[in-house]
């Protein structure tokens, strides 16, 4: 019996695949759908895992673009393997153009309470550069149907660093966003990722910016510096907190689920490619649809995680969180002293002004933030 799991339910499916995107998606018919169902909800009532399920939340690719009907008996499969408790947080990924009022209602029945909308800008010619299939009028029509069908945790997924966007326009969309009052914002900066048309369009400007150079798509150096600054200065003022280091939330709407993520809490993933971390043992499914259709739920991978690497775990996820680690539950976790661990690279970090020590946490500054993946790379033990 494994206490509080988190579940996460992989749709990999997407109505046309964005030219940044490197996750496992892609298009498929309606028939390719219907046996991927099938093959998930096998994998879910053959599952050996027993325990509560605090969270679930279904990702993908574009989990809205199954009939509500299909997400409704995914989750009857949940429930029939696991116990969900009233107050479980249930999030759906939706993208804009891709509900109805039909299924919101359907959702809803299926205990969906959060949804999480990719709408990533505000203005349609950047929306455009990215590939995505929606306008800011299509969003609006889905984020107001969803309110109209009461839901009442929305996210809103955004992004910067696009190409053709300025500070100004980035400015226009945190503002036309927070007029909307959803309840929780994810704000991240575009990565550039090999392998991905983006790559091969934009491949030459990330070089110039790296060196400092002017570009000639993508958002200058200084100016996604600005678009940094710009969001939580803005998003605080609209009553957002930043909880970790690109979301941000109301009071008492912090994603559960990605929290639990960053805790390390035990969670199981089902479906193509999903990941699962159980009692220390990580693992993947599949990433062949072939193999997953023909029911191969086998352990890919599996690795169990060594004290250094959960410590290492511990520590750079953790600190992503804006409230950090506990030095007491580290010690507790791992049965040895901080200091005779990160003792060295903390104080060093603390003396730079990257690190800061409260009430027996550990957090990252503001500068600390603004540098996270160089800070978090200090606690990596084994290099």
Known sequence: MINKLELYIHIPFCIRKCAYCDFLSFPAGEKDRQSYVEALLDEIYGAKEKGDAA??????????????????????????????????????????GTLNRKKLEEWKKAGINRLSLGLQSAEDAELKALGRIHTWETFLESYRMAREAGFQNINIDLMSALPGQSAYTWRKTLQKVTELKPEHISAYSLIVEEGTPFYEKYAEDVKR??????????????????????????????????????????????????????????????????????????????????????????????????????????????????????????????????VSVYGKISR??????????????????????????YVLSEFLLSE
Not at 265 to 284: C, M, P, Q, T, W
Not at 285 to 300: K, L, V, W
């Open 348 to 373: 060093e970090l603390e003396e730079k002004k990257l690190l800061r020590r409260e009430n027996g946490r550990i957090f990252l500054t503001e500068r600390g933030i603004d540098i996270s993946n």
């Open 55 to 96: 969270t679930v939340f279904f990702g993908g690719g574009t989990p809205s673009i199954l009939p509500g009907k299909e997400i409704g008996r995914i989750m009857d499969a949940v429930r029939a393997k696991y116990s969900v408790p009233e107050d479980a947080e249930i999030t759906l990924e939706a993208n804009p």
């Open 209 to 338: 910016r790296e060196k400092g150079l002017p570009c000639g798509f993508l958002p200058s150096e200084d100016e996604e510096r600005q678009m940094y600054y710009d969001t939580e200065k803005i998003l605080k003022a609209e009553g957002y907190r930043r909880y970790e280091i690109s979301n941000y939330a109301r009071e008492g709407f912090e994603c559960r689920h990605n929290c639990g993520y960053w805790e390390r809490k035990n969670y199981r993933g089902f479906g193509l490619g999903a990941s699962s971390l159980i009692d220390e043992v990580r693992f993947h499914n599949t990433e062949s649809m072939e193999n997953y259709q023909n029911r191969a739920f086998g352990r890919e991978d599996e690795e169990y995680l060594d004290a250094e690497a959960q410590m290492e775990e511990f520590m750079f996820l953790g600190l992503r969180l804006t409230q950090g680690i506990s030095v007491n539950d580290f010690e507790k976790k791992f049965h040895t002293p901080y």
